[in-house]
């Protein structure tokens, strides 16, 4: 593969990516509604990415957006299992960037789970950034920082989110949206937000960006913005996110999974928003992974069978 792309021009940098994997050796099975999901397979698609992204040989980096194994893990294999599917990642040819899913944390503790999988953090948080090139930075966000997962049940976090989700959603089962109407629908228990000292980092690290002319890319497992996604999978507090990054014109793009059909959408202030297509519900064979070349005026996501190519153009 040469360097130099269709447009003819050469990307600033390109980058590895996949989402949910979701792997557990245990029998495919299906979603809560209906969707086949290929709990062993998932893994053979990673692998298939890994061994495309090095065979690129160009890629500067892979991202992982959540969600490496599944919640029907069994728990006595939990630990093993993630040490497996993050060694497959180690097999790239290059730095990995994970972030957190909800499956992560039904199967290992935040302590556990983010030394596993390097994840920069303090106080078991799980965001950070990091900038690739002088006028990009990438933004990699904790979804999962006010949930009722993945936290001890007396933590003040875990706290939180019980009586935010009590507010929100009446059900006994606060997975089910029965009831809620459109957006409501995202008040469930596998969702979460972003709290806000996240918040107040966010804000600055898009101030920093912008004083040094950086254009930034954000990572989220879960989606921020309604047009890419179902609401049931949106993040909790989607819309506080998206005024601190409508504070800032830096921000072009945000990337995410969670939802498994994938989405794209661009929002009313231009900021494109493309969820992946899961790893875990590939058929046998069939493979959902990817690599994003980024420029200065866009960023193309070439995709791999099920994920579907986009190419995502803004103002440089
Ligand atoms: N429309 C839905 C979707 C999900 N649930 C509940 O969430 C659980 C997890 O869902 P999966 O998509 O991962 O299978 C599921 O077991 C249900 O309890 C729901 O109630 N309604
Ligand atoms: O990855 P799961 O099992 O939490 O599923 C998330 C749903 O697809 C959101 O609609």
Known sequence: ????????????????????????????????????RYYRHSVLVLERAVQKWNSLQ?????????????????????????????????????????MIGNHCLYNLSRETLLPLLKIPSHDCSAYYDFSPTPGYRLVVLDGYDISVIGWPQDHPKSMEAVRFLKEKNPNLDKNSPV?????????????????????????????????????????????LDPGATTPEALLWNYNEVMDVIRKYKCVKVCLGGHEHRGGYSV???????????????????????????VYDDRISLVGTDRMKSTDMVFDS
């Open 58 to 98: 160009n890629l500067s980096f892979a991202v992982n957006f959540g969600d490496i194994v599944d919640g029907f893990c069994p728990k006595d294999q939990s630990l093993n299992a993630v040490k497996m599917v993050a060694s497959k990642f180690e097999e790239f040819n290059g730095p990995v960037y994970h």
């Open 179 to 223: 009831g809620l109407s459109d957006l409501e629908r995202r008040f469930l228990m596998f969702n979460g937000a972003i709290g806000r000292e996240q918040l107040e980092w966010l804000d600055q690290v898009l101030q920093n960006a912008t004083d040094l002319k950086q254009k930034v890319i954000i990572c989220c497992h879960l989606p």
């Open 267 to 293: 929002d009313s202030h231009g900021v494109h928003h493309r969820i992946f297509e899961a790893a875990l519900e590939c058929p046998p064979s069939s493979d959902a992974f990817g690599y994003v070349d």
């Open 1 to 36: 593969m040469g360097l130099i792309t269709a447009q003819g021009k050469q990307p600033l940098f390109p980058f590895g990516v996949i989402s949910d994997v979701q792997y557990a050796d245990i029998p495919d099975g299906r979603s809560f509604l209906g969707v086949p």
